[in-house]
């Protein structure tokens, strides 16, 4: 546990009777040499006694904004400044709402909106809370901004009912904050290029032909990347809303024509290429009118093959996706050797958890030399995985 040593965490404790797992984590947490800041909401103090985490930390536990018994200094944009990462454990309905908003209401909530370090939360609530749909869209702009969840497993809640909801356990947290702080950089120095989200096929000056990829897993790739110490280069189609540093060049592009051009311009220079996007395979020359006929005929021709030009005039590694529906290893390895890949990333897309639009994975990474099956992950976490097996060729 060398990552903790030395290392400032603040820990914020919300209202949930989870609280109680809390006291196990800061435990934990200091004996493995951090200085550890517990900062407490209103309700989470009716659960577990501030003297308890301080006993347990060392240091004071903060819960008033107002709070003038210190020495003076902006309290919640110092312990900010000064946090290598910030645990928010138990992460009530509340406080994910609240900080999805930016509101900033009590020292908890001004505190993690003024970090800049990598910031987890531990979601704990109410089985239907937690699949509410405003919670769910909450939860999913939080990770959107780098923001990183863990779950807990199902089981008995508090309130009798049996599901999902339990906050994660401390040794599960615990071993998510040393993988955060324990950051490889074997991406230092090289640079990578990621595509990601679905081009657009157009019909006419209305209509277009497209797919449902959001681009979450190609962000979560450079995202990856980038913590490991690359630089990035980011070349989007369509897709969700991502809030991209501000030292990643980004491209915007409509068609699988643009994409390609953007890659072209770029290639020279890439050591990794990774074509996470779904561009359209197919293109048509688009109608100059909105068309208004009983029926529509379309002719397609095979639009420009990203994937195969990089393989063709390649000066780095090149990973690329296979979503497929059937026959799926048989065909991710005739892709691996047609596109003349370094690996190919095999994404059957029937399977539940996996796919398009969702924050989770199933992936078969398959080389020349292996085939390596990955179970359910999260996205964030199938991302490492494929950075880590791309350093290993």
């Known amino acids: ?164 909801g339990r906050m994660a356990e401390p040794e599960v947290l615990l071993d998510k904050i040393v993988d955060v702080l324990d950051v490889k950089s074997d991406y230092s120095g090289k640079t990578v290029l990621v595509t990601a989200g679905a081009t657009r096929c157009e019909i006419d000056p209305v209509r277009f032909l497209s797919n449902r990829s959001s681009g979450k897993m190609g962000y979560c790739i450079a995202r990856a990347a980038y913590e490991r110490g690359a630089k990035i280069i980011f070349i989007k189609g369509f897709t969700d809303s991502f809030e991209l540093p501000e030292d990643w060049i980004a491209e915007q592009t409509n068609s699988t024509a643009e994409m390609l051009d953007a890659v072209k311009k770029h290639a020279q220079s890439i050591d990794v290429f990774v074509m996470a996007a779904a561009p359209c395979d197919y293109e048509i020359e688009p109608a100059l009118q909105k068309i208004k006929s009983d029926s529509l005929q379309l002719n397609f021709k095979k639009a420009s093959d990203i994937a195969a030009w990089i393989g063709q005039n390649k000066h780095g590694k090149l990973v690329v996706f296979a979503a497929e529906t059937e026959n799926a290893e048989a065909n991710a390895k005739v892709k691996l050797k047609n596109k003349n890949a370094d690996m190919v990333v095999l994404n059957d897309v029937t399977k539940a958890g996996a796919g398009f639009d969702v924050d989770t994975n199933i992936v078969t990474l398959i080389t020349n030399k292996d085939v390596t099956k990955l179970p359910l992950m999260q996205k964030r976490e199938v991302a490492e995985a494929i950075l880590d097996k791309t350093a290993e060729l």
């Not at 040499?33 to 517990?38: E, Y």
């Not at 020495?71 to 709402?97: F, M, Q, R, S």
Request: hydrophobic share 45%; net charge neutral.
């Open 1 to 164: 546990m060398d990552a903790l040593r030395n290392k400032t965490v603040v820990v914020g404790v919300s209202g949930g009777i989870a609280a109680y797992k809390t006291c196990s984590l800061v435990s934990k947490l200091t004996q493995c040499g951090a200085d550890v800041h517990v900062v407490m909401t209103r309700n989470a103090t009716e659960f577990v006694a501030p003297l308890s985490f301080e006993t347990l930390s060392h240091n004071r536990v903060t819960v008033d904004t107002f709070d003038r018994d210190f020495t003076w200094e902006v309290g919640h944009v110092a312990l900010a400044k000064k946090a290598d990462i910030a645990v928010i454990a138990p992460a009530t309905a509340n406080i994910i709402a609240k900080l999805a908003c930016g509101i900033a209401d009590d020292f908890l909530s001004t505190t993690i909106l003024a970090c800049k370090c990598p910031i987890i939360f531990a979601p704990a609530m109410n089985t239907a809370m937690l699949e509410n749909q405003a919670t769910v869209q909450n939860i999913s702009a939080l990770e959107k901004r780098g923001y990183i969840c863990v779950y807990g497993e199902g089981g008995y809640l508090a309130c009798g009912d049996k599901g999902s």
